[in-house]
């Protein structure tokens, strides 16, 4: 009884940004948990790439940063397709500059795919879900959601604007059975994360900084995810939930 919990078996889940990454991890991990998954991007070749490792994966093609462009889309495919009952905002993007030399494009550009994003698929899914008063939002936030570092304050901004939109979503929607939810991973080994990876100094200081004494792994993220898309998770709403091996519970 306990595990059916869990099942996804029969339900559909939109994961955008997912053709890399933590993106298409989640949409791997939950095909496992039974759920018929639509992956999201802009690159068609990538995006064919990523359903290619998923068993009956769709593709659904469209810029996250234009309204009028994630509306037409969802509302197209729930007509053809029919209901997307989770969705994953995961969509977004890191530039590295101190404050002071901040670009104010990249800035923008920032605002546009971590923020805007969220809003603008988050409301067209959130409409079809409302009219069958059920649905799971969950949205990617970060451990940059409760702390700072050096060098990525705009990124940071936006990571704390995900976790007050997703309490926002909860407030409003909870009423009409929709659950919204984040989670926030601390350093994962990511296409993001290339450049930090890479440097041997960030990766000592990372180390001695978490607890758990490593980068995490992509596939520790799954289980967040299944348990918010899923029954287990009925009465959580407005919840960010830390997948960051200490990170944030230490000093």
Request: aromatic share 6%; hydrophobic share 45%; net charge negative.
């Amino acid at each position: 009884m306990s595990l059916e919990l869990f099942d996804l078996t029969g339900r559909r889940a939109l994961i955008t940004g997912s053709s890399q990454g933590i993106g298409l991890a989640l949409a791997q991990g939950l095909a496992r948990a039974g759920a018929k998954v639509v992956l999201n991007g802009r690159d068609p070749e990538k995006l064919d790439a990523a359903a290619a490792t998923i068993d009956g994966a769709d593709t659904l093609q469209f810029d996250v940063t234009n309204h009028a462009a994630a509306r037409q889309a969802i509302d197209e495919f729930e007509a053809k397709s029919g209901p997307i009952d989770i969705l994953v905002n995961n969509a977004g993007m890191q530039h590295r500059t101190p404050l002071e030399d901040f670009p104010a494009d990249a800035f923008e550009r920032l605002l546009r795919t971590n923020i805007s994003s969220v809003f603008n698929v988050g409301q067209a899914v959130a409409r079809h879900m409302i009219a069958r008063g059920a649905g799971k939002i969950i949205n990617i936030a970060s451990v940059q959601t409760a702390l700072a570092r050096p060098g990525i304050a705009p990124y940071t901004a936006t990571k704390g604007a995900v976790g007050n939109l997703t309490k926002g979503m909860a407030t409003d929607w909870a009423k009409y059975g929709l659950q919204c939810n984040a989670i926030a991973p601390g350093y994962f080994d990511t296409p993001l994360n290339t450049a930090l990876v890479a440097d041997e100094a960030f990766s000592a200081w990372l180390e001695k900084r978490t607890p758990a004494g490593r980068w995490g792994h992509v596939d520790e993220l799954v289980g967040a995810c299944v348990f918010l898309a899923s029954a287990a998770s009925s009465f959580v709403n407005g919840h960010i939930l830390y997948v960051d091996g200490g990170i944030t519970a230490s000093l």
